[in-house]
């Protein structure tokens, strides 16, 4: 199989499975940096979309028009089959500008003009101008990005955005993971495909090299943008790709690093269903808080259980330090109370109980969004007050309006859970109170999270 076949092969086999029964179209979308990866990835999902499993001619529908109906004019052994329309696949763009570099307007514009080419949807979403974050800025620019794209994707009914990361960025991951001693958690490699934001994301080409992609753009002719910040040393992930220049002489190539990983995730998966076992039997979910008894879990399920924890209370892309981890588990065994990246482990006799850091949880939001990266909140939301109510943690301030709070769920759980306020006015909080015309959901359960992620 061609270079180009197997390319088209892995995105083909991705939209299928993305793809729900049926013969209705599906739409779907591709995150596009301008970049080598996200370009070629556009323009082998823009040949999917123009693909029948006949000999066909195909042409876009019209102008700016993503469909691709596929006329069949085959011959059938002798008999003339007469031309219909199959039901195609619908493709969007998007590209986000976060507004880092000076370059970075242009080449969004140089992206809609390349989907503009070839008849294909595009949308600029732009970060809130203002002071950007500090600390981790590519992490922060990936959080931001995340968001804007699936509230962009949600609202044109797309489900699925699909990107371009390659068996490069999987070795890359890999040697800044094992640089934190990182466990299964941290070397099994990208996920490639989860939930996130309300859409799926994908990422089809895993297994393909970053040069294989540029170099079918190459044949394709056509031209990408490279960001220089993928030569900057000062980030982790551009050490780590240099790096991988240096292990070649040894054989130690992206694919052989990538294939590791999916070997390791394999045996990460098998660790996963167990633990889901045991949380189903051994965990106790109440308000968005997990209590369970450390000794009942081997020392590797214990780990990635904190580890799973605290990226389905934060969000975050990754778990700390295996050392920190190790540190807390240390703690807890010995009946101490810590914190550990944005979590609060309560040690009570044999068993703890993980909730929120209170300082650690997000700020208000309206209503309407995702609060603190899990929580959805339904209700009645009507009138002139609708467009002043926000969701915020229910704290001291609000729990102390909760005076028959204790059936309800722990504590420290309650304080840091949602609640609908009008400035400084408590309207409502869920979960501790019983009002039914309100609702607080955590989507999905912590079982359903380790099983998915």
């Excluded at 002719?221 to 790096?243: C, H, Y």
């Excluded at 081997?298 to 969000?315: D, F, K, S, V, Y």
């Excluded at 729990?399 to 006015?425: H, K, M, S, T, Y």
Aim: proline share 8%; aromatic share 6%.
């Amino acid at each position: 199989m061609s270079d180009d076949a197997a390319l088209m092969a892995a995105l083909r086999d991705a939209v299928q499975t993305a793809r729900p029964a049926g013969d209705a179209p599906f739409t779907f979308a591709v995150a596009v940096s301008g970049g080598g990866d996200s370009m070629a990835l556009l323009h082998l999902a823009h040949r999917l979309c123009r693909e029948s499993v006949y000999p066909v001619t195909v042409s876009p529908k019209a102008p700016g028009e993503s469909v691709y109906p596929v006329t069949v004019c085959a011959d059938l052994g002798g008999q003339t089959v007469s031309p219909v329309t199959l039901p195609g696949l619908r493709l969007e763009a998007v590209t986000v500008d976060h507004a880092l570099r000076p370059e970075s307007a242009a080449e969004a514009l140089g992206v809609a003009e390349f989907c503009a080419a070839l008849g294909i949807p595009h949308s600029i979403l732009r970060w809130s101008e203002g002071p950007k974050p500090q600390g981790n800025l590519m992490d922060q620019a990936r959080h931001a990005r995340a968001a804007l794209m699936a509230d962009w994707a949600k609202a044109r009914g797309i489900s699925h955005i699909f990107l371009g990361h390659t068996a490069d960025d999987v070795a890359e991951t890999f040697l800044m993971n094992l640089a934190r001693s990182a466990g299964l958690e941290g070397l099994s490699g990208l996920r490639p495909r989860w939930s996130e934001g309300g859409v799926t994301w994908a990422r089809p080409l895993l297994s393909a090299p970053r040069e294989s992609l540029r170099a079918y753009l190459r044949r394709q002719g056509v031209a990408w943008v490279d960001d220089p910040s993928n030569d900057n040393p000062r980030f982790a992930r551009v050490r780590a790709r240099q790096a991988l220049k240096s292990l070649k002489p040894l054989g130690i190539s992206p694919e052989a690093l990538a294939e590791s990983a999916r070997h390791l995730a394999t045996a990460r998966a098998a660790l996963q269903a167990e633990l889901a076992a045991h949380i189903s039997a051994q965990v106790t979910e109440i308000a968005g808080s997990l209590t369970f008894t450390p000794a009942d879990f081997p020392p590797e399920m214990l780990r990635l259980l904190l580890g799973q924890a605290i990226l389905w209370m934060t969000g975050a892309a990754h778990t700390p330090r295996a050392d920190k981890i190790s540190q807390a588990i240390s703690r807890i065994c010995a009946g101490e109370s810590c914190t550990l990246a944005g979590l609060r482990l309560r040690a009570k006799g044999p068993s703890v109980t993980l909730t929120r850091e209170p300082r650690a949880t997000m700020g208000p939001v309206p209503m309407g969004q995702i609060w603190d990266h899990r929580w959805h909140i339904t209700g009645p939301i009507t009138g002139l007050m609708a467009p002043n109510l926000t969701i915020a943690a229910l704290g001291p301030h609000g729990l102390a309006q909760c005076p028959d709070w204790r059936p309800f769920g722990p504590r420290d759980a309650l304080l840091v859970a949602p609640a609908i306020w009008q400035e400084n006015q408590l309207v409502a909080a869920p979960l501790a109170r019983s009002r039914a015309e309100w609702a607080a959901s955590v989507q999905p359960s912590f079982g359903m999270f380790v099983l998915r992620h």
